[in-house]
Nanobody, 122 residues
Framework: QVQLVESGGGLVQPGGSLRLSCAAS????????IGWFRQAPGKEREGISY????????YYTNSVKDRFTISRDNAKNTVYLQMNSLKSEDTAVYYC???????????????WGQGTQVTVSS
């Protein structure tokens, strides 16, 4: 059974950091492109980063570039999203997803986790 489970969310002050984890079971994460998405209340789901299965190259949307870092630990079958310099506008539910297509379009993704809440507030 294919499953993705996110963890690591929580409440953090502006300027702080969090590391989200996306643990996979039922398949090897390095056989899929893994994306991170987020959805804030009243807004559409937004793709923010992905890591390619082929070579581990990464992509970031402009709003998180230079603040967030996606990485993959094949031994642990886990993908991480290190989030630094967090802002209030980063508050959202964060999801990881797996796709055979390297894309920031959510429609391209076949498997999704349940999401983890990140709240940035003083």
């Amino acid at each position: 059974q294919v499953q993705l489970v996110e963890s690591g969310g929580g409440l953090v002050q502006p300027g702080g950091s969090l590391r989200l984890s996306c643990a996979a079971s039922g398949f090897s994460l390095n056989t899929y492109n893994i994306g991170w998405f987020r959805q804030a209340p009243g807004k559409e789901r937004e793709g923010i980063s992905y890591i390619r299965r082929s070579d581990g190259s990464t992509y970031y949307t402009n709003s998180v570039k230079d603040r967030f870092t996606i990485s993959r630990d094949n031994a642990k079958n886990t993908v991480y999203l290190q989030m630094n310099s967090l802002k209030s506008e980063d508050t959202a539910v964060y999801y990881c997803a797996a796709s055979l297509i390297a894309s920031m379009r959510s429609a391209a993704y076949d498997y999704w986790g349940q999401g983890t809440q990140v709240t940035v507030s003083s």
